[in-house]
């Protein structure tokens, strides 16, 4: 238990639905993101969210659409996907000081294994 | 561009053998190298972190090393267990980034099998 929950862990969608997938962090971070693992290629980060504001969004389909309400928990609102995104989309949070120094470790959610048929 | 490279991309070893996994980078400016363990279907998990002094650091059977100067990383691990099978992936944290996840660098992992 990493202090990272996503929900749901599995889920199959088609590609007319609409779906979400929820994280929550309860480390008390500042920081929260959302990964797409796709099988062997690396992590590829989609969307930071610092302080609850937008700070990244690594050329994202608009597809995908992540929200924040609070510095606790994230989203990722799910419309009309393509077989491709199928993937391992994972959550993560960390401390991020924001000052240059070495900062803390991304602690990871468990992640919601996608599959859009 | 920053880039991570893991090898080999796959590994199968006899449970108690040891095995190393390898690690290049080329991110620049170097803060930090982690290796994370990502069992099937779970997200990773933090092992080790290694900074620009540290050469060698343990966490009971693994064993990480890293060479700044010639930007390689190596994560041993000793008499294996059946649950060592996973993915091992390393991270490679880019200076004046933050701290943040943002600023990571991931290679595609090793796929460690442990057989009995």
């Known amino acids: 238990e990493t202090g990272v929950t996503q929900t749901p862990r599995h889920l199959v969608m088609g590609m007319t639905n609409k779906k979400s997938l929820k994280c929550e962090q309860h480390?008390?971070?500042?920081?929260m993101y959302w990964y797409k693992q796709s099988a062997k290629k690396p992590l590829e980060l989609m969307f930071v969210?610092?302080?609850?504001?937008?700070?990244e969004n690594n050329s994202v389909p608009s597809r995908f659409s992540p929200e924040c309400p609070n510095s606790s928990h994230l989203f990722l609102h799910l419309h009309t996907l393509q077989p491709e995104d199928s993937a391992l989309y994972l959550c993560?949070?960390?401390?991020?000081?924001?000052?240059?120094?070495?900062?803390?470790?991304?602690?990871f959610g468990q992640g919601t294994r996608l599959t859009v048929v | 561009k920053n880039q991570v490279e893991q090898s080999p991309q796959s590994l199968i070893i006899l449970e108690g053998k040891n095995c190393t996994l390898q690690?290049?980078?080329?991110?620049?400016?170097?803060?930090?190298l982690r290796w994370y363990k990502q069992d099937t279907g779970r997200g990773p998990v933090s092992l080790t972190i290694?900074?620009?002094?540290?050469n060698t650091k343990s966490n009971g059977r693994y064993t990480a090393t890293l060479d700044a100067d010639t930007k390689q990383s190596s994560l041993h691990i000793t008499a294996s267990q059946l649950s060592d099978s996973a993915s091992y992936i390393c991270?490679?944290?880019?200076?004046?980034?933050?701290?943040?996840?943002?600023?990571?660098?991931f290679g595609k992992g090793t796929h460690l099998i442990i057989q009995p």
């Open positions: 290694m900074t620009f002094s540290e």
């Open positions: 969210y610092n302080f609850k504001e937008q700070t």
């Open positions: 480390l008390g971070h500042n920081a």
């Open positions: 991270v490679v944290s880019e200076e004046n980034s933050g701290g943040g996840a943002d600023g990571l660098t």
């Open positions: 690690c290049n980078y080329t991110v620049s400016p170097f803060s930090n």
């Open positions: 993560a949070s960390s401390q991020d000081p924001g000052t240059g120094l070495m900062g803390t470790e991304a602690f």
